[in-house]
Every structure is written in structure tokens, then in C-alpha cells.
């Protein structure tokens, strides 16, 4: 391991490589991919339905124990229906599945208010079918907007019609039982819906923001959001006080590629990343700063914790990243350091370490050239 100390005098002018695509955020956050809104759209179905099922199971010995049996076998459709909801959920229809969730929805809170009047609260899950045509794959906004007016309707209708109807069944005294149970039930069907939606926007917002500031491949931070991140330094300085900023280039990276082929390549790519992983602290950050390059920005930390740092990730590639053949140079790092450099001069690091980075290049490779930068 070879080391080379630089003074703050030494600063030259350097290029770096700068991703200058204005597309590409935009067109990682236009969508998310199928396979993945699949699997939230099912997994959030499922759950709807089994709680709809469990409710109409209680609603037919409610029904039974009211001696109204015509309620009773008319449940018994309802969980027929919400039955066949699991198959079609499990088919991935998903569009029909919550047109026939929807549709037991409104067609059983209408008959069984018609039957035993508002009093009882059925008609207040006409609110919880609204949010569940939030799910509906409807593309048309005014369709959407019409049916929630419809339903709307319904219930202004119900309410209007049915509001004081003569109870002439069994138990009367439990109605405001009844009634203020629905309402709970309801209002809790509600909030389960609006928290699965929450929930899967927020798992959207998650992959959104791993497709746009992720490196999918090695799954650290992309070039892109080193620097939004470093952009916005007044929102980070409190917690970033002064950094080493590194650039790591693999030694003759070109030539494993050109004699293993890509895939070997790419497998060292992999094993360097989890070295990577296992050396820094929590609160570090790595980025995969090109193809075979990284970033590393040590946070808050000292000359001695950096120049640690990378002896061992250097130590750890010799012996822990497995070569295609034996033959093969060992793989080892060129590190360029930019040290002590608070939030506000990111660029200004950037381009010292870059420097450091090619000059421990010219210097023969395999070695680590570091300065100190003001704080």
C-alpha cells in the first residue's frame, strides 16, 4: 500500500465527469413498473376482501338472529360474491374485482335499508365504497367523478326514503346498537382503505425514489443524488459538519473485462460493492460514481479514520473479491481524497479529489493520495 501526502497548494485544475442528462429523473418517476403495482394492488385486495367476507359471515347470524331470513339468504349471495372476489383478486382481475366488491357493497346496503330502514346504518358503507373505487383502474377522471356522485346520490336517496321506516322484526332494542356499530364499522372500512392506499404510495414514492437515486445494480446511491444531496447543504450542514470526499477507481478494470468478459466484470463489480458496505459506518455514503469508480463521502470524521478506512477495504478486495482465474492480478483500488471540506464546497472537493484521484493513477496505482482541504 502506497500513500502520498498533498499540500493545499497543490490544487491544478482538473475535469471531471459530469451526468449532464436532464431526462432521466424525469423518466424514472413517470412510472413504476407493472410487476410491482401488481403485487400491491393484490396484496391490498386481499386484504379488503377478507375483511369483507369476515363482516357478511357476522351480518347473516345478525340477520338470523333478527328473524329476518330473507336478509339472511340474501347474505348469503353477498358472501358468495366476496368469495368469488378471492379468485378473481388471485386471477389478477383486479378492475373486476372491485366492480363486484363494489357492486355487493351498494346493492346490500340498499336492500337491507329498504328491509329495516336507516335506523339500522347499513347505507353508511355506501362511504368506504367510495374510497374502494379509488382502486378501480378507471383512466377516464369524469367517470370516476360520476361514480362517486351516483353513489352519493344513492345514499341522499336512501336516506330520504327510509329514514324513520316502522322496525316490525325481532330484538328492536338493539337498532341503536346496530346503528352505532355500522357506523364504527364502516367509518373503520373507511380508514383501512385510505390506509392502504397511503401505503401504497408511500411504497411507491420508496421505489420511485431507488429508480431515480439508486444504482439498481449494485444498490448504492447513483450520481444523481450525490448531488441533490450535496446541493442542498444548508439542509445538511447540521448534520454534516466536514466530510472526506473519495473517489476509488479500479486498477485495470478495462483489461478484466476484455479478457474474462463482461459477466466476470461484472461479478467483481458486486463483490468490490460488499467490501465497500462492510468497511464504511452507518452514517456514511457510497455511490456508484461510474462504471468501475466510486464515491465514498466519510461524514465527520478525521485523516486517521479515512486512511483506516480504505487500507481495509484495500486488504479486504485481496482477500475476500474472488478472481475468474488465478492468474489474474490481484484487484485493488487508486483512491483520490479530498479531506475537510464542509457542505458548502462539494464542487470544490470534487474536483480535489478527482486531481488526487489521477495523480495516484500517474503515481503507479494501487494507492491512496490525500490532502487536506479548509474547513
Given amino acids: 500500500m502506497n500513500f502520498s501526502i498533498m499540500d493545499n497548494n497543490d490544487l491544478r485544475q ?8 436532464k431526462d432521466f429523473f424525469e423518466n424514472s418517476f ?3 413498473s407493472d410487476n410491482y403495482d401488481t403485487g400491491l394492488m393484490l396484496k ?23 328473524g329476518i331470513p330473507e336478509l339472511s339468504i340474501f347474505n348469503m349471495f353477498s358472501i358468495l360474491i366476496w368469495l368469488c372476489s378471492f379468485y378473481t383478486i388471485s386471477k389478477k382481475l383486479f378492475g373486476i374485482s372491485v366492480a363486484m366488491i363494489s357492486f355487493e357493497i351498494v346493492l346490500h346496503a340498499t336492500i337491507v335499508t329498504a328491509v329495516i330502514g336507516t335506523q339500522a346504518g347499513f347505507h353508511y358503507y355506501l362511504w368506504p365504497c367510495m374510497s374502494l373505487i379509488i382502486l378501480m383502474p378507471i383512466k377516464a377522471k369524469y367517470v370516476f367523478s360520476g361514480l362517486c356522485f ?4 344513492i ?4 336516506s330520504a326514503t327510509y329514514d324513520g321506516l316502522d322496525y316490525i322484526y325481532e330484538h328492536p332494542e338493539i337498532l341503536s346498537i346496530l346503528n352505532m356499530g355500522n357506523i364504527f364499522l364502516s367509518a373503520a372500512t373507511f380508514i383501512i382503505i385510505i390506509k ?3 401505503s401504497t404510495r408511500l411504497s411507491n414514492d420508496k421505489r420511485l425514489f431507488e429508480m431515480a437515486n439508486m444504482d439498481d445494480f449494485t444498490q448504492t446511491y447513483n450520481r444523481r443524488f450525490i448531488y441533490a444531496l450535496m446541493g442542498d447543504a444548508n439542509q445538511i450542514e447540521n448534520k454534516i459538519k466536514s466530510y472526506a470526499l473519495v473517489l476509488a477507481d479500479l486498477d485495470n478494470f478495462k483489461r478484466v473485462n476484455d479478457d474474462y468478459g463482461h459477466a466476470a466484470g461484472e461479478e467483481i463489480i458486486l463483490e468490490v460493492t460488499k467490501v465497500i458496505k462492510a468497511s464504511v459506518g452507518k452514517n456514511d455514503i457510497i455511490s456508484r460514481w461510474s462504471g468501475q469508480e466510486f464515491m465514498l463521502i466519510l461524514n465527520n470524521t478525521s485523516r486517521e479514520r479515512v486512511l483506516s478506512v480504505l487500507e481495509t477495504i484495500q486488504l479486504d478486495l485481496c482477500r475476500k473479491v474472488k478472481k475468474p482465474s488465478n492468474d489474474m492480478a490481484d484487484v485493488t483500488f487508486s483512491f483520490g481524497v479530498a479531506l475537510n471540506y464542509n457542505a458548502k464546497r462539494f464542487a470544490e472537493a470534487l474536483q480535489r479529489a478527482d486531481f488526487n484521484l489521477h495523480k495516484a493513477k500517474e503515481a503507479g496505482k494501487d494507492r491512496i493520495v490525500i490532502d487536506a482541504g479548509p474547513i
Fill in 196 to 198: 392502504l392506499l397511503q
Fill in 30 to 32: 413517470s412510472k413504476i
Fill in 155 to 158: 345514499f341522499m336517496w336512501l
Fill in 14 to 21: 482538473s475535469t471531471f465527469h459530469q451526468d449532464k442528462s
Fill in 44 to 66: 391490498n385486495l386481499k386484504i379488503v376482501a377478507f375483511v369483507g367476507t369476515l363482516g357478511h359471515i357476522g351480518f347473516l347470524f345478525l340477520f338470523m338472529a333478527m
Fill in 150 to 153: 351516483v353513489l352519493i346520490a
